[in-house]
């Protein structure tokens, strides 16, 4: 598929999906109600402030933190990696490859296409934000540091699509990659900040969380929408979670091509 093609389809790939989501309105809350982890933590960690401030977090802090981290997560989720799996064991994975679109397009554009409804949920969340924790703990204040935020979320979103192309495409060379999807998800909950801030570890840990792209995942775009970080350590930030997008795109992609050459349908 060239990318003329590619960039052709794109649109009206995205109405489709769109459309979808529509239908498939229900399933969608479903989904954002599995997604309400940060919720549960901003009690826990609001109870724990009412004692004192842990580090730089009050309550305020705590508030403004964990409901972006709710609204990032709506934006970066995906499930790309059950999707492979599930179609490669039920052989359907081959319909996808008869159309004259790349699969891995038709999977982002799938993923992409919620996206407008899931920002009519996350705009009260943000509304909330702002009353409850203030404007400069809940958004960016400045223009430069929208841009630093979207940017971390266009990161973010790609970390995790190319993550879940892996593991997916993993279950091509495996009976089954649902275990190490699993253990993917609790490496996510634990190194990433979506339970807890990832300066709560102690050094040794952390510096250990800067080598993984789990912080980069949900911390960097979290911190950078609450305004935790002055531009120059942004930018230092930024560089190294665009160096594993694109380090996990190349890796992905090559993985995936192989995967394919020993793609043999069965079922379906």
Do not use: D
């Amino acid at each position: 598929m060239s990318l003329r093609t590619a960039l052709k389809a794109f649109p009206t790939m995205l109405r489709i999906g769109f459309s979808e989501a529509v239908a498939y309105r229900a399933e969608m809350v479903i989904w954002v109600l599995s997604t309400t982890m940060p919720l549960i933590m901003l009690a826990l960690w609001s109870a724990v402030a009412r004692g004192g401030a842990v580090g730089r977090f009050g309550q305020a802090e705590f508030t403004g933190y964990f409901l972006a981290a709710f609204c990032v997560r709506q934006f970066t989720s995906s499930w790309v990696a059950w999707l492979v799996s599930y179609e490669v064991k039920q052989g359907t994975l081959a319909m996808r490859l008869l159309r004259p679109v790349s699969p891995l397009l038709s999977y982002a554009t799938e993923v992409l296409a919620g996206i407008p409804l899931r920002v009519v949920v996350v705009l009260p969340v943000v509304g909330i934000s702002l009353w409850a924790a203030g404007a400069e703990r809940a958004v960016p204040t400045s223009l430069g540091g929208w841009g630093l935020f979207l940017l971390g979320l266009v990161g973010a979103w790609l970390i995790t699509f190319y993550l879940n192309v892996l593991l997916g495409t993993l279950s091509l060379f495996m009976e089954s990659s649902q275990k190490l999807m699993e253990v993917y998800m609790v490496l996510f909950f634990v190194c990433s900040g979506y339970m807890f801030p990832v300066e709560f570890f102690p050094p040794g840990a952390r510096t250990v969380m800067e080598w993984l792209p789990f912080r980069y995942q949900m911390g960097l775009p979290v911190e950078l929408m609450t305004g935790a970080h002055a531009a120059k350590e942004a930018w230092t930030l930024l560089a190294a979670q665009w160096t594993w997008v694109a380090g996990l795109g190349v890796v992905s992609m090559a993985v995936w091509r192989r995967g394919l050459a020993r793609f043999a349908a069965f079922g379906g």
